[in-house]
Each structure stands twice: as C-alpha cells, then as structure tokens.
Nanobody, 117 residues
C-alpha cells in the first residue's frame, strides 16, 4: 500500500485547510486510515482515524470540534478537514493505514502544515 498526502501549506490562525491522502496498491476493507502529526522537537501524535466504511471515526481531544476526517466515495481517498487552525497545529501531518485492531503498517511521506499567529 502506498499513501500520498497533499494539501498542506501556510495559513493564518483561524483559517482552514483540507488534507488528502490517496492510497494505491493492495488495500482491504478491513483497513482503517489514521492521521498523525509531528511538530519540531515533539513526538508524533494521533490526530484522527476512520474505518474503511467511513461509519466510524475518532479524533484526539485537541482537535475535536475543529477537525473532521472523512472518506471519499472511491474509498481510496481520506480527507482531514481542519478548521479554526491554531499555531499549535503546526506540524508535519502523516496519513497511515493498517488492519483494524493492529498497528499502522503503511505511512505516507507527510505534508507540512504551518499556522501563523
């Protein structure tokens, strides 16, 4: 499975961005897709995840009410809609995929999100 993220960029605080993650290769209906982020000098942290069907989603407390994860009709694309962005959201954002209940085995190369104050 190959994952490619896009949509990152520079935005002012309070603004919005939508990240995309496109999967190719052998995917499975048992896969889930997650978004993670890593800020400079910090450990990578979980942001949000969505099931293959799209019926189940989870978000970190730090982004609840501001970020929404969704899956496209073609199933191979997952989006992360980020609203009301804050400077502390600045990080490299990664998407990842893996079997439900197991670790994330496949990772994208990441996309930079920078929020200016």
């Amino acid at each position: 499975v190959q994952l490619v993220e896009s949509g990152g960029g520079l935005v002012q605080a309070g603004g919005s961005l939508r990240l995309s993650c496109v999967a190719s290769g052998h995917t499975s209906s048992t896969y889930r897709t997650g978004w993670f982020r890593q800020a400079p000098g910090k450990e990578r942290e979980f942001v949000a995840a969505i099931s293959w069907s799209g019926s189940s989603t989870t978000q970190a407390d730090s982004v609840k009410g501001r970020f929404t994860v969704s899956r496209g009709n073609a199933k191979n694309t997952v989006y992360l809609q980020m609203n009301s962005l804050k400077p502390e959201d600045t990080a490299v954002y990664y998407c990842a995929a893996g079997e439900t209940g197991r670790s994330y085995d496949h990772w994208g190369q990441g996309t930079q999100v920078t929020v200016s104050s």
